[in-house]
């Protein structure tokens, strides 16, 4: 279990660094108590944890990310060097691994974080348990009681609860991009359809000359299809490359997917492919039940 208080964000300066005439360097914190980092699965790289002997009487500490490393500390392991926040000096005791701090889809930038026994009191509690949210909202609830009956506390939600609160946003687009996306495949698949039926019927006469001359349903099951096919081929060719120049405006909806990602290019044709087989299927299908004799006295 640990307790953490909420980001903050202002100017540092980092022993060491000079910084250009027109730049103000500021970064996001955190305050945290100890065992946070166990507790949130984020490893530390190198240096130590904050432990409960960093408290207000103690030197100033923190622990800060590999981007703030490679910003501030041209990538050097900074444990032992100082960086100034508010007017004092702070020793770095350790370097954590890159996490996400507000939402999911943000970029990877600097961060740090300070022992919260050396600053304001924080008003949340981090705990990762085997037990289950109802039960361990429960006790919870009674140890605060057991605390003070007077204390009421906040809410108690899981982390896939918060990472869903962050998400909401990306979730509706991406489900009205899918909801979309199905429809236009679709349409397409009718349109397809329509088209097909439509050179099927114009070309009675030929079909019935084919079977007349000896083609047989195989052959004219093939003869359409590979038609179908064609159309397909060049609608897909247009839109895989309509999508690769496209997709980047899309890319602040994707999380550990790069918008040019060749397996969901190729899912896509995957799909495809299969919708435009089932929708030429159905008039190639009837292209084989022409009568030659009818077809030849149109």
């Known amino acids: 279990m640990c307790r953490h208080g909420s980001y903050s964000s202002g100017p540092i300066a980092v022993d060491g660094y000079q910084a250009a005439a027109d730049e103000q360097p500021t970064v ?44 501030y500390w041209r990538g050097h392991d900074p444990v032992g060097q100082r960086l100034q ?6 020793q770095v005791v350790g370097v954590a691994k890159m996490s996400k701090y507000r939402n999911l889809v943000e970029t990877s930038k600097p961060f740090f974080y300070v022992p919260l026994r050396q600053g304001p009191l924080g008003q949340s509690l981090q705990i990762r348990t085997a037990l289950g949210p109802g039960a361990m909202a429960r006790a919870l609830v009674r140890e605060i009681h057991a ?36 429809l236009a495949l679709l349409l397409a698949a009718i349109g397809l359809y329509g088209v097909m039926s439509y ?3 114009q070309s009675t006469r030929e079909l019935g000359l084919r079977m007349a001359l000896g083609a047989n349903a195989s052959d004219l099951l093939r003869l359409v299809m590979s038609h179908g096919v064609t159309l397909t081929a060049g609608g897909v060719v247009l839109g895989a490359a309509a999508a690769l120049g ?19 290019f190729g899912a896509a044709l995957l799909i495809m ?7 030429c299927f159905v008039p190639a299908w009837r292209a084989t039940r022409t009568d030659p004799v009818r077809a030849l006295r149109l």
């Open 199 to 201: 050179t099927v019927s």
């Open 85 to 90: 926040v508010k007017g004092r000096w702070i």
């Open 147 to 182: 605390l003070d009956a007077n204390l009421a506390p906040s809410e108690i939600i899981t982390m896939r609860e918060q990472v869903d609160r962050t998400t909401a946003v990306q979730r509706v687009a991406t489900m009205m991009l899918t909801v979309f996306g199905g």
């Open 246 to 264: 496209l997709t980047r405006l899309i890319g602040n909806l994707l999380y550990q997917v790069s918008p040019r990602d060749p397996l969901a």
């Open 273 to 279: 492919t299969i919708a435009s087989l089932a929708a």
């Open 28 to 71: 996001d914190s955190n305050e945290v108590g100890p065992g946070y980092f166990a507790t949130m699965g984020i490893p530390l790289v190198s240096g130590r944890d904050f432990t409960r002997a960093d408290n207000g009487k103690a030197p100033p500490v923190a622990v800060v990310n590999e981007a703030m490393v490679a910003q």
